[in-house]
Each structure stands twice: as C-alpha cells, then as structure tokens.
C-alpha cells in the first residue's frame, strides 16, 4: 500500500534546478507523492509475540483457584518460568498420577495451540501472499502462467542474435541453461511472482506503473530518445507517458545490485527484513566460450514482462543492458 502524506504537501527534492518538483514514489496508480510513516506503534506484534512460556502461565491462570489446584498450578507455572526453553513432554508433572487431569489438559491446549498457529494458521497466511510465500512460489509462477522468454524452443527473434544465455555455434544460437545459486534462484522466483501480480492490477501501461511491476526484479525501464534534429524536433515528455512513439526507444537496466530474497518463513522473523541477494550472477572461469563473465537475471526477466505488456509496436524499439 502506498504511504500517505498526511500533511496535504507533497515532500521536495531539494535538488537544483528542480527543487520544487515533488518527490514521488511508484505505485499502482502511477508517480505519486508520497511521505514516510515513523510511527510503528500501531503495528500489531508477531504471532510469536507471546513466547511459550507466558502461554503456558496465562492458561494455568485460567484455571479454578482452590486447595486443590493451587499447588499443582504452582508447580506447573515454576517448572515453565524456571525451564523456558525445555521441553514440554519432560514436564514431570506429565508422569504424576496425583497431578489434577485438567492441569495437564492445560499444557495439552498449549501445545496443541501453538502447533495449530505456528504450523497450520502461519503457514497458510504466509502461503497466501506472493511477497512472503516460500514453498509455493513454482505455483504462484504455473498459476500466474509465467513463460522465460529466453528459455523457449521458439524464442522471439526480437530478443536479439544472441542472447546472454546463448552462443553461437554451426547450427546457429544455442541455449545455455544458467546455473544460479539456490538463493538467487529462489529471489528471482519470489520477484517474478510479484511482478506478475502487480501486472495483473490492471495498471495504466505508463512508464511510472511498468517501472512499479519490474521494481522487484531490480530493474527499470527509461525511454531512449534520438537526438534532435532541426527538421525533427522532439518534443519532451514526462516521465509517465502512456503511448509509445515510433521513433523513441526503451532501455530495460538493472536499478540496483541486489533484490530480496526469500526469508526462513520462521513465524517469529516477519519483522525481520529480507537478505539482500546480489542480483547478477558471475559465471566464472568456467563458461563456454562467448557467453559474458556477468548475468543480471532480473534484467532478463523484466525484459519479458515489458514485451508481454507493451503493444505491439513498442517491442522491437525494447533494447537491454545486462
């Protein structure tokens, strides 16, 4: 969700000559104003805000106050505050025949609740959000019918002679499946699988919402405009045009060396932020012959999103740089 300035005025850069021209973010609706919010308090804490031990207190609390529940309470509560981090199932109360049934039912329902959140309830929030899903991103990518471009039997000629994952050989251009390291791999699915979804908002084809759907890939798009000449003047645009002139191109580059990875998934991180994963790839000494020493595959994704989205007109004026 986009942040809101709350005071009405938009902040400034502060940078001559444009000073006074508004600071924007991107968004789904465009290039728009944008501040940003300190306060966190009304943030709601994390499911595992109340580690285990104050669960097993407050439901033993819960529990009738008497002769006969007082000790037993109190040798259950002691046990937990004294044994934070111990297992339950070695609670001794667990093998004593005098300890009141409802006293273990209490450590039961703890333990029962929290397998519930942590292994039920978190897994399945977490699972329903492209920007926080880990074991389901292959099928956030088959559900949102995302295609390589450059791994394809027939590829688009437009992508050019040779691409950075093909060499040139007797029979023309072959593929070379790229060897990512895991951790990049799995970013890049987590960024695609974004992407995807914000395409798929049903943004105004701008330059200011393309650049918001790639953003997570770390690229960007910027137009290309040929020099001026005196029987053709150029008229300047802004930067969230929504056509796509004959004679302007559009260079898709990376916007940054690293993208976010995917994180442990664990219910007590999601205040955490996400590892930053270098967003090129060095393939090393040890690759064939032709193919360059650095791969930029956020790059290469975003270059097939963009194609997928402009009209036909604007993609064989779409160069990269990777």
């Known amino acids: ?6 005071t009405g005025d938009p902040p400034l850069s502060g940078k001559p000559p444009m000073a006074m021209i508004p600071v924007t973010k991107l968004g789904a609706d465009g290039c728009v104003p944008f501040t940003e919010i300190d306060e966190v308090g009304c943030c709601p ?4 805000g109340n580690d285990l031990c104050c669960t097993f207190v407050a439901f033993m609390n819960l529990l009738p106050s008497g002769p006969l529940w007082d ?3 109190a040798a259950a509560i002691s046990y937990f505050e004294s044994n934070p981090s111990a297992d339950p199932a070695e609670c001794p109360l667990i093998s004593d025949p005098q300890c009141p049934s409802l006293i273990l039912h209490a450590i ?3 333990l029962k609740l929290r ?12 699972e329903s959000n492209p920007y926080t899903a880990i074991s389901t991103l292959d099928n956030y990518l088959a ?12 590829r688009s000629v437009l992508l050019g002679e040779l691409t950075p994952l093909e060499v040139w050989t007797e029979c023309g251009p072959m593929f070379c499946p790229p060897n990512y390291p895991p951790e990049l791999e799995e970013a890049l699915k987590r ?15 701008n330059l200011c919402g393309i650049n918001w759907i790639i953003e997570p890939l770390g690229a960007q798009i910027q137009p290309i405009y040929p020099p001026p000449e005196p029987t053709h003047p150029i008229v300047e645009v802004g930067p969230c045009v929504s056509y796509c002139m004959e004679d302007v191109g559009f260079l898709i580059s990376s916007k940054q060396d690293w993208i976010e990875g995917v994180g442990s998934g664990d219910v007590c991180e999601t205040q955490l932020p996400l590892p930053q994963i270098p967003a090129y790839w060095d393939q090393g000494c040890d690759r064939p012959a032709g193919l360059p020493d650095r791969i ?3 790059v290469l994704a975003a270059e097939c999103i963009v194609r997928s989205m402009l009209p036909p007109t604007c993609p064989p004026n779409i160069k990269r740089a990777c």
């Open 1 to 6: 969700m986009l942040d809101v300035n709350t």
């Open 45 to 48: 804490p994390p499911l595992c």
């Open 71 to 73: 000790y037993w309470k």
């Open 108 to 110: 039961y329902a703890v």
């Open 115 to 126: 397998i519930v959140v942590h292994d039920a309830l978190w897994v399945a929030m977490r």
């Open 143 to 154: 559900r949102l019918e995302w295609e390589d471009c450059y791994n394809q039997h027939c």
């Open 191 to 205: 960024a695609v699988a974004i992407a995807l979804t914000r395409a798929n908002m049903g943004i105004i084809k």
């Open 296 to 298: 930029w595959p956020g």
